[in-house]
């Protein structure tokens, strides 16, 4: 199954595989070294923090204020209990 992202201009239609995507907003980013830190704020509130290489989010124009997807995938799912 493919899953489609319409870019906010509705000019292109990325595919991806992945069948999680949270659309949300970018709420803060912490450029380090090598990596950047990303905190995307979701419509419910919920944040998603994402570690991404800093060529990536320079290559994306990261911005505070941003509109962006969280796009997940993951091949497993670990569950932890106390």
């Known amino acids: 199954m493919k899953h489609r992202i319409r870019s906010q201009q509705n000019k292109n239609i990325m595919q991806i595989s992945a069948r999680n995507s949270l659309k949300g907003t970018i709420k803060s980013i912490e450029p380090g070294a090598v ?4 905190i995307i704020e979701l419509s419910n509130g919920v ?5 991404i290489t800093k060529d990536s989010a320079e290559r994306l124009n990261l911005a505070e204020g941003k509109e962006v997807y969280a796009v997940v995938k993951a091949s497993d799912v670990m569950i932890a209990t106390d």
Do not use: A, L
Not at 35 to 38: F, I, K
Not at 47 to 51: H, L
């Open 35 to 38: 990596n950047t830190q990303v």
């Open 47 to 51: 944040e998603v923090v994402s570690i």
